[in-house]
């Protein structure tokens, strides 16, 4: 059964150069305010949808200018949604954000090397009590070394969280060939008894509720749920 996923696009300001939203057909569609939102919509297929788990994802990074008027409007009104209908919440995004954390499920970060080494500290501190909350999450990309990607996987293994290597879609979205490191990384990631750590091949696994306020069966919005 296929998981229930909410895209936003708020906006985003990481500027990663393999963002698979690049180029998206819903690209330049922004919510700002709770209007954007067609909350009734959004009631009705929470509803028909029997996963107890809802996405969040970008589009526009789910927490991007989260401390915004507008934008915790929004938030106040999805948690009051999901609440109601009794749906967890997992947010993905690449913002350290940490006013929600007693509000959602899991915390799926989307991190580069960079943006994982420069906050391994911080991230021991703010989930070594509660790992289970997150799921760190990283492309891989041709730039992401063999010795890079066992730092991430020794970091994980030690803090006892959650870890993804996803497939890497290039801009005209078409799914990456594996080159010699990918595929080094890859067998590494197969080797692994660990089950926390897992490799994530791209494909739509979601049924997706798009920032056009429509229903998708795919991320790239070529098959809409009449």
């Known amino acids: 059964m ?3 996923s909410l895209i936003t696009n708020f906006g985003c300001d990481s500027d990663c ?5 690049r180029d ?5 569609i922004r919510h700002t305010s709770v209007m954007d939102m067609d909350w009734k919509k959004f009631k009705d297929f929470l509803q028909f949808f029997p996963q107890d788990k809802l996405s969040i994802s970008g589009g526009g990074d789910p927490f991007y200018k989260v401390d915004e008027l ?21 947010i993905h995004t690449s913002k350290f954000y940490e006013g929600f954390d007693n509000k959602i499920n899991k915390l799926v970060l989307h991190v580069n090397y960079t943006r994982f080494f420069d906050n391994k500290e911080y991230l021991y501190k703010r989930f ?6 997150l799921r760190l999450a990283v492309v891989l990309v041709p730039t992401l070394s063999l010795y890079q990607a066992k730092e991430i ?9 959650q870890l993804s290597f996803r497939q890497w879609v290039t801009q005209n979205h078409s799914i990456s060939e594996n080159v010699k490191d990918m595929l080094d990384i890859y067998n590494m990631i197969e080797k692994e008894s660990d089950t926390n750590i897992r490799y994530i091949s791209q494909a739509d696994y979601n ?17 809409q749920i009449v």
Do not use: R
């Open 153 to 161: 996987i020794e970091f994980t293994k030690d803090l006892g969280c």
């Open 24 to 28: 998206h057909p819903l690209e330049n």
């Open 17 to 21: 150069w393999y963002c698979i939203w």
């Open 70 to 90: 507008n934008y915790q409007n929004w938030w106040k009104c999805l948690f009051a949604v999901c609440n109601k209908y009794n749906k967890k919440i997992d």
């Open 2 to 4: 296929k998981g229930i």
């Open 128 to 133: 070594g009590n509660c790992p289970e909350k």
């Open 207 to 223: 049924t997706y509720y798009m920032p056009d306020n429509n229903l998708y069966t795919d991320f790239f919005c070529e098959n």
